[in-house]
């Protein structure tokens, strides 16, 4: 009698069997070869207000994203009557700086601005309403009123992408990796009122990253452009009721999105500084924009709000001009071909005027400017980078 487990085929000719991988057949973009993924940077605990965070980032096989980081403020006591400082939570931050490995500054600036400013205006972060990182799931005020602890929890990114996967930096090499110094604040940045006993703040930074393609060699769009976020202070100040300009430092590369931040002489954002009837953008001279301030207003629900614009509401003191709107009238984040962003060099002088400015007590006011800059390496990559 013959065996009756031998086989008259091998199991491949009635099924071949994929492998259990995410491996692409060769050929196509960046894109359709890579994953994007997530991995823990580091979490350390019990940061008092007024430390200096420097731990240093380890490596990562792909190239980062983003930056995630979530401030969670714990332990505070009170008796009393806790107020909350008009930029808190995220002024528990008083100075974010992200550095490429060569220390070339990618974002430096205050934590509002940085932490707050740039995931809502500038495009990188989520869409519409849900780009306000107090807008999302995990946002807790600072928990104030009688016998408030001062509590609080927030998250937050700091961008490298401005297109799908164009801006990303890599994370591969564990002796050429970025560095991000977070200096917190002191109490008075927070509060008004503080707490009796102030919390302590755990600090969580998480990257998101694309993986290293596998079985084919290729490479993000143009490696080694970035997108800088670095604040600008106008000069000169601005006089209450004056009509003036006020002139940005010397800038550079492709500009993405103009944020201007206005704050008195306290360092107080608001609204009373704001031209009372035309705001002017000139660019070497040439009024590039010339518009009511109420237009320019809408023109910002249309552009950021989207169909959220009842979660959607712009922070006092502050007024933003994105040229991220290639593909549509509104920003569309990571979607966009750069066809708009606006060509600076160094010699390029950006003014702002105030056709008057507002009247207003604190003076003098002034004028903080946040620019989304994009540095090409080679020229900047214009349509969709991942096609």
Same mark, same amino acid.
Request: charged share 10%; glycine share 10%.
């Given at each position: 009698?013959?065996?009756?487990?031998?086989?008259?085929a091998?199991? +491949?000719?009635?099924?071949?069997?994929? !492998?259990q991988?995410?491996?692409e057949?060769?050929?196509?973009?960046f894109?359709?070869?890579?994953?994007?993924?997530?991995r823990p940077?580091?979490?350390?605990?019990?940061q008092a207000?007024?430390?200096?965070?420097t731990?240093?980032l380890?490596?990562?096989?792909?190239y980062? &994203?983003?930056?995630r $980081?979530r401030?969670?403020?714990?332990?505070g006591?009170?008796?009393?009557?806790?107020t909350a400082a008009?930029d808190?939570?995220?002024?528990?931050?008083?100075?974010?700086t992200? &550095?490429?490995?060569?220390?070339?500054?990618?974002i430096? *600036?205050?934590?509002w601005e940085?932490l707050?400013a740039?995931?809502?205006y500038?495009?990188?972060?989520?869409?519409?309403?849900?780009?306000?990182?107090?807008?999302?799931?995990?946002?807790v005020?600072v928990a104030?009123?009688a016998? *408030?602890s001062?509590?609080?929890s927030?998250?937050s990114v700091?961008p490298l992408?401005?297109?799908?996967?164009? *801006?990303?930096? /890599?994370?591969?090499?564990?002796?050429? $990796?970025?560095?991000?110094?977070l200096q917190?604040?002191a109490? /008075?940045?927070?509060?008004?009122?503080?707490?009796?006993?102030?919390p302590v703040?755990?600090?969580?930074?998480d990257?998101d990253?694309?993986?290293?393609?596998?079985?084919?060699v290729?490479?993000p769009p143009g490696?080694?452009?970035?997108?800088?976020?670095?604040l600008q202070?106008?000069?000169?100040?601005?006089?209450?009721?004056a009509?003036q300009?006020?002139a940005?430092p &010397?800038?550079?590369?492709?500009l993405? /999105?103009?944020?201007?931040v206005?704050?008195d002489s306290?360092n107080?954002?608001?609204?009373s500084?704001l031209?009372?009837?035309?705001?002017?953008?000139?660019?070497d001279?040439?009024p590039?924009?010339?518009?009511?301030v109420?237009?320019?207003?809408d023109?910002m629900?249309?552009?950021?709000?989207g169909m959220?614009?009842?979660?959607?509401s712009?922070?006092?003191?502050v007024?933003?001009l994105t040229?991220?709107?290639s593909m549509? +009238?509104e920003?569309? *984040?990571l979607?966009d071909?750069g066809?708009?962003?606006?060509?600076t060099?160094?010699g390029?002088?950006i +003014?702002?005027e105030g056709a !008057?400015w507002?009247?207003f007590?604190?003076?003098?006011?002034?004028?903080?400017?946040l620019v989304?800059q994009?540095? !090409?390496?080679g020229?900047?990559? +214009?349509?969709l980078?991942?096609?």
């Amino acid at each position: 009698m013959p065996a009756t487990t031998g086989q008259v085929a091998p199991a +491949q000719e009635a099924g071949r069997p994929q !492998p259990q991988t995410t491996v692409e057949p060769p050929g196509g973009p960046f894109l359709r070869h890579t994953q994007m993924g997530r991995r823990p940077q580091y979490a350390i605990t019990g940061q008092a207000l007024g430390s200096l965070v420097t731990q240093p980032l380890v490596a990562a096989p792909g190239y980062a &994203r983003k930056f995630r $980081l979530r401030f969670n403020a714990t332990g505070g006591v009170n008796a009393g009557t806790t107020t909350a400082a008009a930029d808190a939570p995220f002024s528990a931050v008083s100075l974010v700086t992200l &550095r490429d490995a060569f220390g070339t500054p990618l974002i430096v *600036g205050p934590g509002w601005e940085m932490l707050k400013a740039v995931p809502k205006y500038g495009g990188q972060f989520g869409l519409h309403a849900l780009s306000d990182p107090t807008n999302l799931p995990s946002f807790v005020a600072v928990a104030g009123g009688a016998a *408030g602890s001062g509590n609080f929890s927030f998250q937050s990114v700091l961008p490298l992408e401005f297109a799908q996967a164009y *801006g990303v930096i /890599s994370m591969a090499n564990a002796s050429l $990796l970025p560095t991000i110094q977070l200096q917190l604040a002191a109490s /008075s940045a927070v509060y008004t009122a503080a707490p009796t006993t102030l919390p302590v703040i755990e600090v969580d930074n998480d990257l998101d990253f694309y993986w290293l393609p596998e079985g084919v060699v290729v490479e993000p769009p143009g490696l080694g452009t970035t997108c800088q976020w670095v604040l600008q202070v106008a000069n000169p100040t601005i006089a209450s009721t004056a009509s003036q300009l006020v002139a940005l430092p &010397r800038l550079g590369g492709f500009l993405t /999105s103009l944020i201007f931040v206005f704050r008195d002489s306290t360092n107080a954002r608001t609204d009373s500084i704001l031209p009372t009837q035309r705001i002017r953008i000139y660019v070497d001279g040439v009024p590039l924009v010339d518009t009511r301030v109420d237009q320019l207003q809408d023109d910002m629900q249309i552009q950021f709000a989207g169909m959220a614009s009842a979660q959607w509401s712009r922070d006092a003191g502050v007024l933003a001009l994105t040229r991220k709107t290639s593909m549509n +009238q509104e920003s569309l *984040g990571l979607l966009d071909t750069g066809e708009q962003f606006l060509s600076t060099n160094p010699g390029t002088l950006i +003014q702002v005027e105030g056709a !008057p400015w507002g009247t207003f007590g604190n003076s003098p006011a002034s004028l903080n400017a946040l620019v989304g800059q994009v540095v !090409p390496a080679g020229s900047l990559i +214009q349509g969709l980078p991942e096609l």
